[in-house]
């Protein structure tokens, strides 16, 4: 069963004032650094066990994308660390790696050996990743004239032809329709009940809440909050309508369960009662 273990990760871009600054550190031995580091992500750790289901959410530019690149080894950390155990599948952008004057089934085959399959293997599982796909004749044309749809339904399902340790998949899932979300989110949810470890960024609350046992909510670089998906994206919602100059601010309730406040307080609510008028059905 696979595992992810991230340890406090950070990632720092260098930025120059100038090109001939950076020209200058690179061919002047001994010269003195010309550059500052611009710091995107800093300090996040968390583990997600085996078999468990985390969603990943944020407003944009919180570094939902960046955090994932770097869990996969697509970018490197500037500190911290990643571990991983198990078979990884990931899906971090719709249609990474296609090619688009191959077609959907060269494409597939090239796709599956990056994620470890042979070519024997993908030949076996090429009748499931045709039937899930559901793309018909265009399985046999370029990529070029595939929409965005039938782009992210050849690669989720070469990306979950065979049931991974962990899977790791950002918001590419959005493109879809609504029935192939529903039909990815079933297969997500079974390889959840055998066991899979699921890593998913998405803004979809109600997918949030169906999927995932815990959430983590990023902000500005850092983990803003971890716990309960409905805590959490109570809290993000509430932190939507803080960029409007509206407070935001968790209280724990008599049930134990922490509530989300938010708004400019220019009025409460502090009751809600339902009566039942007479001579009508309450």
């Not at 990743?129 to 990529?143: K, L, M, R, S």
């Amino acid at each position: 069963m696979g595992t992810i273990t991230v340890t406090n990760l950070g990632k720092a871009y260098k930025q120059y004032p100038t090109r001939w600054a950076r020209l200058a550190e690179w061919v002047i031995p001994g010269s003195k650094p010309r550059h500052h580091l611009k710091w995107v992500m800093q300090d996040v750790s968390f583990t997600v066990n085996p078999g468990e289901a985390v969603g990943l959410i944020g407003i944009n530019g919180a570094g939902k994308s960046t955090l994932l690149k770097m869990i996969t080894g697509t970018t490197q950390p500037t500190t911290g660390s990643v571990h991983m155990t198990g078979r990884v599948a990931a899906m971090l952008e719709l249609g990474m790696g296609f090619h688009p004057d191959f077609t959907g089934r060269q494409n597939a085959f090239m796709a599956g050996q990056l994620l470890g399959y042979s070519v024997e293997e993908i030949t076996r599982l090429m009748p499931e990743i045709e039937a899930f796909a559901e793309i018909g004749d265009y399985i046999d044309q370029p990529v070029r004239v595939y929409s965005s749809g039938m782009q992210m339904r050849l690669a989720f399902s070469v990306a979950t032809a065979h049931r991974p340790d962990v899977l790791i998949v950002d918001e590419a899932l959005s493109v879809g329709d609504a029935y192939f979300q529903h039909k990815s989110f079933d297969r997500i949810r079974e390889f959840g009940k055998q066991g899979t470890t699921l890593l998913i960024v998405s803004h979809d609350k109600a997918a949030i809440q169906a999927i995932c046992d815990r959430a983590i909510l990023l902000n500005a670089g850092k983990l803003a909050m971890e716990g309960e998906p409905e805590a959490v994206m109570d809290y993000y919602n509430a932190m939507l309508a803080d960029k409007e100059n509206q407070t935001v601010r968790q209280e724990p309730t008599d049930t134990g369960i922490a509530q989300t406040i938010s708004g400019t307080s220019e009025a409460t609510v502090s009751d809600i009662a339902l009566f039942n008028i007479a001579g009508r059905p309450g």
